[in-house]
């Protein structure tokens, strides 16, 4: 009697539990997405933009959320039609500042009182806001050439009076990622919010200020005095063979209306120099710094120029880890920062004058660092494979994260989905492989699974922990799926030598990694169902699947997005060359062999899996001749295939209602070459 009286005690919350679904794409991108923050010079308010999308309206919109650091009181600052994005506190604390319809927006922190401050034609990408509140940097898109917005006005209006629609190349890079570069530069302005005076710290030079790619999300930035402007620009006049961002200085007493600011190269190496970040103490520019050109992916360095003795010094040589995210303590003493750390973004700290480096918080996949001014706290970006961003703080003596938002909690708390776990097996070479196991929501054990096998891209990236919108490795699960997603050679958090065993061989270790991790879950998991077995991959990942068209059947299909398939044609329609001039040592005609031998082209009269290929047309990456050079080859071959072509999208599928197609073909595919 005991027992039933207990069962039915239970039976509510046993019917609530199994109300709990699968991960399905409406809530994938139901989800709110934290953007930039920023904390309040007090410590006491975070100011944080968020993203929603619509799926009906196949668009998303950007408010301004604040929050009281300890979580509590969250509460809209500015929400409308119109993207409100990028807030950041004034020194005193008093006002925030914002980007809105392209121009710098100020308000109260209760968010009154609001007011445009500035009126650029060309609009305003990004800014800083000085120390004293009087000027701004901004970065702007510009005819190198002109000296006022009207000039600027001028000829965007004479190029829309003509009829004739052609393009006239004259030199290289003429487009990036997905977008044609045309004639306009981003340039750096230093703006005077008093006398409403733009000066173009960069006129008439043809670079990016920031550059156009390889640079950080902080490539220029105010001294503590405001006397001085650090930024990062490529000064190479090839720029599509160059991973040459360098950091430079510039004293603001020398910058004059209409002409070029005189600035002073810092940086020492020729290789990928930026983020150059001032110590508040003023006596230091910390920036990050690789040693080898053309190699964009070489170990990134945290790097000390003292501003009184020109000095450079290289804090993290003794550290096999590559430094992204770099944050000043208050007392000038040390720096926290970010690097991929296995399959996780983890915290560290190094103390500047021993070197001595220390983990502050391992787990998960951390980002967007910042610090209270008293030292005691810092406050970040957290996401897991269950869960989306969401702000955090960390005291910096130890302890537990603390979770601040919980922007998806409701949502989040109706989806079944099972946390990451990891294993290690034997690859290439007898070197240790890690991989991401997630099992498929209400996983039985005694059952058995079908399996999606992921591969990465890169090839130097790494699969982490974390709430992927594009492949959610929980999304590919949710459909009764275990995925495996491996690290093979070349990935990022195991060391500078495992990254860089890629280059060269791309069809060697990392594919032999890839069969070795897939053999070891096939024999090691027995809930894998070894006849329903699938792969996938974008980018270098993309590139692998082709590669495995052609070497292997273990397969029942396959998806390719956006791969690499023929590497010599690839070569001369990607807009960054240093990149496969790098990983295949050489142009076409200085190192064909190599271009040959790990090209997916020469093998694919041996494909027999079915393969859906999935292509953006404006990816300028991996441009879409591959694509279709592949589904050509597969259909004269008669290998059962399916292409999905994007008019819209480039190198990632970020519209709602194309996302939602996008999965739905996926796992379509999938569905229908089950055995």
Same mark, same amino acid.
């Not at 920023?38 to 309206?57: C, E, H, Q, R």
């Not at 190094?350 to 610090?371: C, F, P, Y």
């Not at 030292?375 to 994260?401: C, H, M, W």
């Not at 799926?481 to 500078?496: C, D």
């Given at each position: ?329 208050? +007392? ?111 996983? +039985? ?67 032999? +990694? ?162």
């Amino acid at each position: 009697m005991k027992t039933f009286l207990t069962i039915l005690l239970c039976l509510p919350f046993m019917l609530f539990a199994q109300e709990k679904h699968p991960l399905n794409v409406d809530d994938l991108w139901a989800m709110k997405r934290i953007g930039s923050f920023d904390l309040s010079p007090d410590g006491k308010t975070i100011a944080f933009s968020v993203s929603s999308y619509n799926m009906d309206d196949n668009k998303g919109n950007s408010d301004i959320y604040l929050i009281n650091a300890d979580g509590t009181n969250l509460r809209l600052l500015k929400n409308s039609q119109k993207d409100e994005t990028a807030p950041k506190f004034s020194s005193d604390g008093k006002m925030i500042a914002y980007l809105t319809s392209d121009q710098i927006h100020t308000c109260k922190i209760d968010g009154s009182d609001d007011a445009q401050i500035t009126d650029l034609y060309t609009g305003v990408d990004d800014f800083r806001w000085s120390h004293d509140g009087s000027k701004f940097l901004i970065v702007s898109k510009v005819y190198p050439d002109c000296n006022s917005p009207d000039c600027n006005k001028n000829k965007d209006d004479e190029h829309k009076k003509t009829k004739l629609n052609v393009k006239v190349l004259t030199h290289l890079m003429y487009r990036s990622w997905n977008h044609w570069l045309d004639d306009k530069r981003s340039h750096l302005f230093l703006f005077d919010a008093s006398s409403k005076v733009y000066n173009d710290l960069n006129y008439l030079m043809p670079n990016d200020v920031p550059p156009l790619d390889l640079g950080s999300e902080n490539d220029f930035n105010f001294s503590p005095d405001d006397k001085e402007i650090a930024y990062t620009m490529n000064p190479d006049s090839t720029v599509a063979a160059s991973t040459n961002n360098e950091v430079f200085i510039v004293n603001i007493l020398d910058i004059k209306k209409n002409e070029k600011a005189p600035a002073k190269l810092i940086s020492q190496s020729k290789g990928n120099n930026n983020q150059p970040v001032y110590s508040p103490d003023g006596n230091y520019i910390a920036f990050t710094s690789m040693v080898v050109p053309g190699h964009e992916s070489d170990q990134a360095f945290l790097i000390l120029y003292d501003r009184n003795t020109g000095e450079l010094k290289n804090l993290t040589k003794n550290f096999d880890r590559s430094i992204s995210e770099i944050l000043w303590s208050p +007392d000038s003493k040390s720096i926290y920062f970010i690097a991929n750390n296995e399959v996780y973004n983890s915290i560290y700290q190094i103390d500047v004058e021993t070197e001595k480096i220390n983990l502050i918080l391992k787990d998960h996949s951390n980002m967007g660092l910042a610090i209270s001014a008293d030292g005691k706290s810092i406050y970040f970006k957290q996401q897991r494979s269950t869960l989306p961003y969401e702000i955090f703080s960390l005291n910096t003596v130890g302890g537990d994260a603390n979770q601040i938002t919980y922007l998806n909690k409701d949502r989040l708390a109706n989806i079944e989905m099972i946390p990451m776990e990891s294993f290690w097996c034997t690859g290439a070479a007898g070197k240790k492989v890690q991989s991401i196991l997630v099992k498929p929501p209400f996983f +039985d054990p005694l059952k058995k699974y079908p399996l999606i096998f992921l591969i990465h891209g890169g090839p130097q990236g790494h699969w982490e922990d974390d709430f992927h919108f594009r492949w959610n490795i929980e999304m590919f699960a949710s459909k009764g799926y275990v995925v495996i997603a491996p690290n093979p050679t070349g990935s990022t958090g195991y060391g500078q030598q495992f990254t860089n065993d890629v280059s060269k061989d791309w069809g060697g270790r990392p594919y032999e +990694d890839l069969m070795k991790v897939y053999d070891y879950s096939l024999k090691n998991f027995k809930f894998i169902d070894s006849k329903n077995t699938f792969a996938a991959g974008a980018s270098f990942g993309g590139y692998m699947i082709n590669w495995i068209e052609g070497h292997t059947n273990r397969f029942n299909a396959l998806v390719s997005h956006d791969g690499v398939f023929n590497t010599e044609s690839m070569w001369g329609t990607t807009e960054e060359l240093w990149f496969p001039e790098w990983e295949f040592n050489g142009t076409p005609w200085q190192n064909r062999k190599l271009y040959e031998k790990w090209n997916p082209a020469r093998f694919i009269q041996n494909a027999k899996t079915p393969m859906l290929i999935v292509e953006g047309a404006r990816d300028y990456r991996v441009p879409e001749e591959q694509a279709f050079q592949l589904f050509t080859s597969l259909q004269r071959l008669g290998v059962e295939s399916k292409f999905l072509y994007f008019p819209d999208e480039f190198h990632f599928v970020t519209k709602p209602q194309d996302a939602r197609f996008w999965w739905n073909s996926v796992f379509d595919w999938f569905e229908k070459h089950k055995k």
